[in-house]
């Protein structure tokens, strides 16, 4: 992500604050007080560890309405956030946004080797401005949209026809998916992700997450700079295999984790990942 001078020094001048101010050490996925320090970053920001659950997460943290204001028109990714011209999106379209950087037959792909289908009503959580959205619709699935930055929402709305909604309460147990594509890393909260299968999902209904891979070996396989670079102001998650699996089970879910480049084969039959690496994890985690 490119920030803006402006927004750089926001950022930093904000977790300057917090050292004055008290920073909480505690994990924000399950409140686990005893945490420990991975790495400090230019003195203001750190990474800690949580024994717990897990889960790496960045102090200062954020606080949900602090990071809702952010996202509604600061965040900027390029392709993710980035609302195309007409021109640029009727190419995307006439496409299928076939090898435009989200692509999202991947994705698709696993969606059918665990088991969903033609028809099968599914929550696109975290749409952004619609790309992801419209590609599984075009897959065949019934699929409603949900995006906090309301822009990004309307043009998905507008200019993609997407199902935006704004309230999850008219999808209660009426979801067979909740799909989410590099989202919970970017959560003040993750255990929004598991809190919202539970109230769209029908019994055996499906939590699909993918996000990057936050493993602690994978920093020998990038180098430290390559993987601290995974959290940050947009990033204050870093989401271990572990961690979804010990969340999902407390959530109420039955789970397996995966690892890209995925084998659809052992998706299809629930079978174990023989993949160690991968810059990508997926969870697949089956409501109880």
């Known amino acids: 992500m490119s920030l803006t001078r402006l927004q750089r020094f926001q950022y930093f001048a904000w977790a300057a604050g917090t050292l004055w101010t008290g920073r909480n050490r505690s994990c924000p996925a399950c409140n686990w007080t005893d945490t420990s320090l991975i ?10 560890y949580c024994e717990s659950c897990d889960l790496r997460f960045r102090v200062p943290k954020d606080d949900p309405p602090r990071s809702a204001q952010f996202y509604q028109e ?13 021109t640029d999106l009727a190419s995307l379209t006439a496409t299928k946004f076939a090898d435009a950087e989200k692509d999202f037959r991947p994705y698709v792909e696993v969606l059918r080797a665990a088991g969903l289908r033609s028809g099968d009503a599914i929550l696109d959580f975290g749409c952004s401005w619609g790309y992801g959205s419209w590609q599984l619709r075009d897959a065949g699935f019934n699929v409603y949209s949900y995006e906090i930055s309301k822009p990004r929402a309307q043009y998905a709305k ?26 919970i890393e970017h959560l003040a909260d993750p255990n929004l992700l598991w809190n919202v299968g539970t109230t769209t999902l029908e019994d055996g209904g499906l939590i699909v997450c993918f996000c990057p891979n936050g493993d602690p070996l994978m920093e020998g396989i990038y180098g430290a700079s390559r993987y601290h670079q995974l959290w940050g102001k947009v990033h204050p998650l870093l989401v271990t295999s572990n961690f979804l699996q010990k969340s999902s089970k407390k959530h109420g879910y039955r789970s397996r984790v995966y690892r890209s480049p995925y084998k659809l084969t052992a998706i299809a039959a629930n079978g174990a990942d023989d993949n160690s690496y991968g810059d990508e994890l997926c969870l697949i985690a089956a409501r109880i």
């Open 74 to 86: 600061e965040y900027t990714q390029g392709f993710t956030t980035d609302c195309p011209s007409e």
């Open 158 to 183: 507008q200019k993609l026809s997407c199902n935006i909604v704004e309230s999850l309460e008219g999808l209660r147990g009426r979801l067979k998916c909740v799909f989410s594509a590099h989202v």
């Open 39 to 48: 790495k400090r970053k230019y003195w203001l920001t750190s990474l800690w």
